[in-house]
């Protein structure tokens, strides 16, 4: 049995002068927080990726839901829950691929709507900003446990992207599973893929674990299929930005490739994310939302640019894309797993059969 400490960071934080946020952009190199205290600052935040993974972005926003609330009670007063309107309309254009986002805000908008209109809505909606991160905290800690039990001891993982404290508001999905399994004793390398163009592999996901104390291996992305192929690697384990009804998973681009190469080469596919990542509304993947973000994130790297400023040199720069169901061996959510996901198994976790 492993004693690293397992969970020593913090993405998000509230205090009394508002949602502080470690600013994502910086590390490596610094550990800095940025204070929030309007709505406005927290969708900016989101925007530019001072806060991000699918469930810290939801965590966050429900906070800029609660600051809008005070917000619009100090403007308005009794028109308040019309009166913030628009900071929400801005928080949910913040950034369109993760449903946790438009999830934790329906669940607001649900908290402002039972509230009375000529009281100040600031603690009671702050109270339910709270509740969403520490279910969040919980979730993580269950997802950790059940996906955690799914792996063999002795078992190489390879993972893509940062979903871990950072990702989350507590230990992580795909990380936490990562951590749990590492804690017991039943991982014998952690592979990382550095996850271009942002490096959340590299920058972020290498820089928790080593917080850790939990030996990290990192690759080029284009270099897992290979690995693969020399069969260390058992389980790869990533996250998910959105799954649709039939268990077609949206996650940071490079996933699919990851998931192609597992089913070619026998490693299995295992998804780790909470029930606010799913949402029922959208079919399949095909519907999905995929964010674009500026050329310049592929046309540079570190500060400096990579490729030749020639007139015909652009870059194609979707930060998502979709893994079919099929290609997914299992999805560990805190209400249960789902083996071999269809719109069946998914229905069937979301009535709370699991
Ligand atoms: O663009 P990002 O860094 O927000 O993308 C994050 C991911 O794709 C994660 O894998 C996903 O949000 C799951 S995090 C628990």
């Known amino acids: 049995m492993n004693t690293a400490s397992h969970d ?112 100040d809505p600031a603690s009671a909606l702050l109270a339910e900003a709270h509740a969403i991160h520490a279910e969040d905290v919980a979730a993580n800690q269950r997802m950790g446990r059940s996906g955690a039990g799914l792996i063999q001891p002795g078992s190489g993982v390879l993972t893509h992207c940062n979903t871990g404290s950072l990702a989350t508001g507590g230990l992580g999905t795909a990380l936490g599973v990562i951590r749990t399994a590492w804690a017991d004793g039943r991982i014998e390398r952690v592979f990382a893929d550095e996850t271009r163009p942002w490096l959340q592999g590299a920058r972020l996901t290498a820089w928790e674990l080593a917080a850790d104390g939990i030996p990290v291996e990192l690759l080029a992305d284009g270099a897992a299929a290979a690995l693969m192929r020399t069969g260390q690697v058992h389980w790869a384990i990533v996250g998910a930005d959105r799954i649709a009804a039939n268990g077609d998973v949206a996650n940071k681009i490079g996933t699919y490739a990851v998931a192609l190469a597992a089913r070619q080469h026998g490693v299995r596919f295992m998804v780790v994310a909470p029930t606010s990542t799913i949402d029922p509304e959208t079919a399949t993947g095909e519907q999905i939302p995929i964010e674009t973000r500026d050329a310049r994130e592929v046309l540079y790297a570190g500060g400096q640019r990579v490729a030749p400023k020639a007139e015909g040199v652009g870059a194609w720069n979707p930060v998502f894309d979709v893994t079919p169901a099929e290609l997914v061996d299992v999805i560990v959510t805190e209400r249960g797993v789902v083996h071999q996901p269809d719109a069946d198994g998914m229905a069937r976790l979301l009535e709370g059969a699991g």
């Open 8 to 119: 020593t960071v913090r993405a998000l934080e509230w205090r009394d002068e508002g949602l502080y946020l470690l600013d994502q952009r910086l590390l490596p190199g610094q550990e800095q927080y940025v204070c929030c205290t309007d709505a406005a600052a927290v969708a900016q935040a989101i925007t530019d990726m001072v806060v991000r993974g699918a469930p810290a972005i939801g965590v966050a926003a429900g906070y800029g839901a609660a600051l809008a609330g005070a917000a619009a009670w100090r403007t308005h007063g009794a028109g308040w829950q019309a009166g913030m309107a628009e900071d929400m309309d801005t928080l949910r254009r913040s950034r369109p691929t993760a449903v946790n986002l438009a999830w934790a805000l329906a669940r607001m908008e649900t908290c402002a709507s039972r509230l009375p209109e000529d009281e």
